[in-house]
């Protein structure tokens, strides 16, 4: 064995290690387990006992599970979608002759750095009945808009959802921000002396070469949106009536009944949406990177 092949396993060997341990492991052992009726309430000798398919049939004539399962879906989609245009669009103004565009780049960026539970302080209090917002809209005349926005059922989720794109909106903007640098400057004096519009430089030149980092937006906020816990479980902890329950927070409920295998199941659920929709939109993305 040569010294070359013997350097590569040297570093090969250990990674692997590491990512089955870390990665692979844990959700072989999360599958497993949502076939047992592990638990901690029964008071028996055996930790648990397999059950087969069992919980998921149980999970499955939950009359609310179709409706959490379409939220979380919907809550994915739509933050998905407002970060990107909303990102992308902060992108092109902070990329122009904008003097203070580093400072501005600053603001937008800091709510992404900040713990989901000081955010979740913070608009718990500004959305409240006698909060600023409320009482913002009031002072322009909008009393009849005035209303407890966390924990009225019919504006909850958008609220939530809304606090959500505000707080990663910058991240993505950055990564369009480092997108748009990459662009040669070159395309762009090309297509002004064929007589371009800013428009079609957009549509033309500016896009196709942002597929990579749309790509990468994409997949990271469908991600984040379909696995959602913090910023709801802070904000509303699901309620009210359900209408913010999210996938994650009823496991974290079926979590705190002590009812592990169950809670296992549902994590089975949550992997596999995710899991379907992530290759979806990497399929999609990988196939418009590549015309």
């Keep these: 064995m040569t010294k070359k092949r013997i350097y590569h396993w040297g570093f090969t060997v250990p990674a692997l290690t590491f990512y089955i341990l870390f990665f692979i492991l844990p959700v072989v052992l999360n599958f497993y387990y949502s076939l047992t009726d592990w638990n901690a309430i029964k008071i028996t000798n055996e930790v648990s006992n397999f059950i087969g398919l069992r919980n998921f049939r149980k999970i499955f004539t939950v009359r609310e599970l179709s409706g ?16 990107n245009l909303i990102g992308f669009f902060l992108a092109l103004i902070f990329s122009g002759k904008l003097k203070s565009k580093n ?21 718990g209090s500004l959305l409240m009945t006698n909060g600023f917002f409320n009482r913002l809209l009031a002072g322009i005349g909008l009393e009849s808009l005035v209303k407890p926005w966390l924990t009225t059922k019919s504006t909850a989720f958008g609220a939530v959802a809304a606090v959500e794109i505000w707080r990663q909106t910058g991240f993505n903007m950055v990564i369009y921000i480092a997108g ?19 428009w079609q430089k957009l549509i033309y030149v500016t896009l196709p070469r942002m597929l990579p980092a749309i790509s990468i937006n994409l997949l990271l906020n469908l991600s984040q949106g379909l696995k959602a816990f913090d910023i709801v479980y802070v904000l509303t902890g699901g309620g009210p009536s359900g209408s913010t329950e999210l996938i ?44």
């Design 68 to 83: 959490v399962i379409t939220r979380t879906i919907l809550f994915g989609f739509v933050t998905t979608v407002f970060k």
């Design 103 to 123: 400072a501005l780049r600053a603001v937008f960026f800091l709510p992404s750095m900040l713990p989901p539970l000081i955010i979740g302080l913070i608009f």
């Design 180 to 198: 748009l640098q990459l662009i040669d400057k070159t395309y762009y004096e090309a297509a002004s002396i064929d007589g371009a519009s800013a």
């Design 248 to 291: 994650n927070t009823m496991v974290f409920k079926e979590f705190g009944k002590k009812l592990y295998g169950m809670s296992a199941a549902y994590g089975v659920i949550m992997f596999l949406i995710t899991a379907v929709f992530g290759l979806a939109a990497l399929l999609l993305t990988g196939r418009q990177t590549d015309e």
